[in-house]
């Protein structure tokens, strides 16, 4: 597996941190239309022993998931950056179909162990709730049909998977996060795991993939190792993370601290051959963090990539 980080805030200093603590690859965001930014990130990683395995967040696909007019541009815009990420080297691309908004949350400053910050969700305030993305940070009273979506993600993986293939690209979808059946007017459909087979039926192929986000999975419900072993063979790109609650109601949580069996989570990945990127995703606020990123600031995720260090060693052992 490979160690793999977001880097925010997008320091020297904070790549230097990644580096000392045995952190091979980082994900970044789209910087944009273009080759040259992407190239200059990744000489700026290179300087510190990294590699960039992946892009993920900022995408240009609101108005694909829409199907609206101006579907064609972004596709054409998807398609540049494949082909941009093949001729500088990075293998994954992380993208969801969530309309309207990205991942949302209800509060963002719940205690959790020690007075560290996490978020939640509450679906009874689903109306105060906030899209924790920069590309859908209002929502409009727009409606969107389950239909609609399923048609527009078919018509965007028949426009992108072949090029992805060509390009030695991966497309790896996230789910819904919540998994709801919808969500202030809008049908959500990556919210379980029978949505997760019919996309890999949709457009076979091995561009076609899973980015596996443990705690939205949790969010469903679904028992974390039998699903890595059910869906093993597409999941290419892990998001590991944990929470306490359902999909209604829900808390994040310190990685060694949710209701998932995280070892067993661990050994099921390793059964299943991954061996592909594998970060932390949404750590708690430490004490002088409380002005950053929510879910997306420096040392709770330096605390995560230990307790990974730790499970991945121990199963390998096992």
């Given at each position: 597996m490979q160690l793999t980080s977001v880097v925010t805030p997008f320091t020297e200093e904070n790549l230097q941190l990644l580096s000392q603590i045995g952190v091979t690859h980082v994900t970044i965001r789209y910087p944009g239309k273009g080759?040259?930014?992407?190239?200059?990130?990744?000489?700026?990683?290179?300087?510190?022993?990294?590699?960039?395995?992946?892009?993920?967040?900022?995408?240009?696909?609101?108005?694909?998931?829409?199907?609206?007019?101006?579907?064609?541009?972004?596709?054409?815009?998807m398609k540049q950056l494949l082909q941009n990420m093949?001729?500088?080297?990075?293998?994954?691309?992380?993208?969801?179909?969530?309309?309207?908004?990205?991942w949302v949350r209800t509060k963002l400053d719940e205690r959790e162990r020690g007075g560290a910050l996490v978020t939640r969700f509450d679906v009874d305030q689903a109306e105060q709730a906030v899209s924790l993305s920069e590309t859908t940070p209002q929502q409009d009273s727009n409606t969107i049909s389950s239909e609609q979506l399923w048609n527009n993600l078919e018509r965007f993986l028949e426009e992108l998977v072949p090029v992805a293939e060509d390009c030695q690209v991966t497309l790896a979808m996230h789910p819904d996060d919540p998994p709801l059946d919808s969500f202030m007017g809008k049908a959500r459909?990556?919210?379980?795991?029978?949505?997760?087979?019919?996309?890999?039926?949709?457009?076979?192929?091995?561009?076609?993939?899973?980015?596996?986000?443990?705690?939205?999975?949790?969010?469903?419900?679904?028992?974390?190792?039998?699903?890595?072993?059910?869906?093993?063979?597409?999941?290419?790109?892990?998001?590991?993370?944990?929470?306490?609650?359902?999909?209604e109601h829900f808390v994040e949580t310190f990685h060694d601290n949710g209701a998932t069996d995280m070892y067993s989570a661990i050994k099921a990945y390793q059964q299943v051959g991954f061996t592909g990127p594998i970060r932390p995703d949404h750590v708690p606020q430490f004490v002088g963090e409380e002005a950053g990123e929510p879910g997306y600031t420096m040392l709770g995720r330096l605390h995560a990539f230990g307790y990974m260090q730790g499970l991945i060693q121990a199963a390998s052992h096992e």
């Open positions: 080759q040259d930014r992407l190239e200059s990130i990744k000489k700026q990683v290179q300087l510190f022993g990294l590699k960039i395995a992946a892009i993920e967040g900022n995408l240009p696909i609101e108005n694909i998931k829409l199907g609206n007019q101006h579907f064609d541009a972004e596709i054409l815009e093949h001729r500088v080297g990075i293998p994954f691309l992380c993208y969801n179909f969530m309309a309207g908004t990205d459909i990556m919210n379980c795991v029978e949505s997760f087979e019919k996309l890999m039926k949709m457009v076979p192929s091995p561009a076609n993939a899973i980015c596996f986000c443990q705690g939205t999975f949790a969010e469903m419900g679904v028992d974390i190792p039998g699903t890595i072993h059910q869906l093993g063979q597409h999941i290419k790109y892990v998001h590991f993370r944990d929470i306490k609650g359902t999909r």
